[in-house]
């Protein structure tokens, strides 16, 4: 059900913001909210009303030896780290966390599109301080997720069933 409208409808946005939350979680190391020990109705007021951090933010508010541990785990220094934070991948993760469903993404495509078009432009990009592999790898980690979901489209349109258990 949908905690804005109370309506039941879904569409294929509301899984766009699931992919979203999960695509800032490997990126930053943390859900897009903090929603640890609040009961069910802050809980969904928080969802509903409050808008979450840019990763770069985010992650600017953890200790540095946090920040560092992120960046080793992502195969990079922190200062790069901060750096790739401030870009378009992660751009890319805020359109899918909008609040209202039509801010977002309208199909899996428009977002793999999207995240296409980003990885591209950083190819092209020759003007860049850094090595063009380095500057992907946080692009890399969002597109496995993306074709998933879109396989995953896929097959329940072949099989016609509406989720897997």
Known sequence: ?????????????ADIYSLGA???????????????GLGSF??????????????????QQFEPEQIGEVATLRNTNKDRLLELLGGEATNVVMVCLEKLPECRYA??????????????????NHHSKAPIHSQCTILKALLAP???SIVTKECRRLWNVTSFT
């Open 146 to 148: 993306v074709a998933f």
């Open 107 to 124: 199909s899996v495509d428009s977002l793999a599109f999207e995240i296409e078009r980003v990885l591209k432009a950083l190819e092209t």
């Open 1 to 13: 059900m949908c905690l804005r409208s109370g309506s039941a409808e879904l569409d294929v946005r």
């Open 42 to 59: 802050d809980l969904a007021r928080i969802i509903i009303e409050v808008p979450p951090l840019t990763p770069l933010v985010r992650i």
């Open 22 to 36: 999960l695509l800032y979680e490997l990126i930053v190391g943390c859900t897009p909210l903090d929603l640890r």
